[in-house]
């Protein structure tokens, strides 16, 4: 009996816990360095430079994500290798992830100053932004871009371990990196004053660190599985098979991907149209909302690599079985912490407000709008989830279709409803956007148990 065959049909909440929580930590310490940014530049001599970082962050949003397929591509075919027991194929899927985002991230080096030019042109178009915030966006631009294929490359160690049920190696890596980041900013803003300039430094710094990190954990788990030299099969890396599906999966993904980087691009450029005070405002209230899908993500990339392993299971008997259970079980962990992040922010959002706005026009406006974020974990949560299941079952094309389908409608509905009722009518756009990409994934999820029924 292999491995694989040993291991229970009903997958224990214990075993999706161990998964779930060290993955929720790690994702949910990137918006909360994006929290202590908009903290160290309130307390700074500077404090509208948060408008000129969330202006900036946008382009570094839609580049990063853009590219997300790169992890997600990677934890769902390195989950299904394992599944499959194939360890050289688990280790080929690894260097085809980290080749393809250290090349992306080199092209945007290559790239820079025609993509900021571009960007930034963009982004004023009907915004109504001071000169002063769009220089300081740009100095942050021309600093943090050449991280890019640090980061980039990153990605598929981070897929990578998920798959190997290393979540906790992923945690320590993202814990890392943010407090790193977090004693840069510190230096950088408040004791050397270099405002917007100093935060870009800082993410920059992290961001080189956080790649050697990842090539030491990495080693780490090679080495518990074989070994450093163990299993490579360089003929494999490349191979046209794989590397058309790798691919097929990455191009798919990736458009999904840039689809909803826009989206969240058009809400921080949609919310430049309300003035500086209201874009700061949005830029602190995103940070909340991106800790609460991130860190709910957890139960989703746990289900990314059960579902993964039950897609490459041997037996489609017992795949479908794991698969339902995974399925079933994560959806029920993930629901319960939506409902406690709910009661989290009803109780603390305004001490969070507090904690992170300077006193005076952007705390109100922030205060006004923060009923969106308190809400905001019951309408993404079922869409994370169904991301973690797609992408562990590496159904790609899907995902782009929900993405071509939703997009769309919250551009529209955003230009119907924020004339209508000013920041409030984005929100409710940005909300409307998240519980149809919910809705349309739901109509595809029956295609994945297909899958097991067509194999058997």
């Not at 990314?304 to 017992?318: C, F, H, I, K, S």
């Not at 969070?352 to 923060?370: H, V």
Request: overall charge positive.
């Amino acid at each position: 009996m292999t491995a694989a065959q040993s291991q229970p049909l009903e997958i224990p909440y214990q075993r999706i816990f161990a998964l779930a929580w060290p993955a929720s930590v790690a994702a949910s310490v990137t918006p909360l360095l994006g929290a202590v940014d908009v903290w160290a530049l309130a307390r700074s001599d500077r404090p509208l430079d948060i408008a000129a970082i969330g202006l900036a962050s946008v382009i570094f949003s839609l580049a990063y994500w853009s590219f997300g397929f790169i992890r997600m591509s990677v934890a769902g075919l390195t989950a299904q290798a394992a599944g499959a027991e194939d360890e050289s194929e688990a280790r080929a899927a690894l260097i085809r992830g980290a080749v393809i985002g250290g090349g992306v991230g080199l092209v945007l080096v290559v790239l820079q100053l025609p993509l900021g030019l571009l960007s930034f042109k963009a982004l004023a178009i009907g915004a109504d932004i001071s000169t002063a915030t769009f220089d300081a966006a740009r100095e942050y631009y021309n600093i943090r871009i050449w991280g890019a294929p640090f980061a980039l490359a990153s990605y598929a160690a981070f897929g990578w371990l998920t798959a190997r049920e290393r979540t906790d190696y992923l945690m320590i890596i993202s814990v890392f990196i943010t407090g790193l980041n977090i004693v840069l900013d510190y230096w950088f803003v408040l004791g050397l004053g270099w405002g917007a300039a100093g935060v870009a430094a800082g993410t920059l710094i992290a961001e080189i660190a956080g790649f050697f990190a990842c090539l030491v954990f990495v080693a780490m788990v090679l080495i518990r599985n074989g070994g450093l030299g163990a299993h490579w099969k360089h003929k494999e890396f490349f191979a046209l098979k794989r590397l058309r599906r790798t691919l097929s999966i990455n191009f798919d993904i990736f458009i999904r991907t840039v689809l909803l980087a826009f989206s969240f691009a058009w809400f921080i450029q949609r919310s430049g149209a309300f003035g500086d005070v209201v874009l700061a405002a949005n830029q602190v209230l995103l940070q909340l909302f991106l800790f609460t899908g991130l860190a709910l993500d957890g139960t989703a990339i746990a289900a990314e690599t059960l579902v993964g392993q039950a897609m490459g299971a041997r037996d489609p008997a017992r795949g479908l079985a794991r698969f339902s259970s995974a399925v079933r079980r994560t959806f029920v962990m993930a629901v319960l912490a939506a409902f406690a992040f709910v009661a989290f922010y009803w109780l603390a959002g305004d001490a969070l407000i507090t904690l992170l706005t300077p006193q005076g026009a952007i705390r109100e406006a922030t205060r006004t709008y923060m009923p969106w974020v308190i809400i905001s974990p019951l309408i993404v949560v079922v869409g994370f989830q169904l991301d973690g299941i797609f992408i562990g079952a590496t159904k790609a094309r899907e995902m782009r279709n929900s993405m071509i389908v939703t997009a769309p409608i919250f551009l529209i509905a955003s230009l119907w409803l924020a004339p209508a009722f000013d920041n409030h009518g984005l929100w409710a756009a940005f909300s409307i956007y998240f519980l149809l990409r919910a809705a349309t994934l739901g109509v595809y999820l029956p295609r994945i148990k297909a899958t097991f029924t067509n194999q058997a």
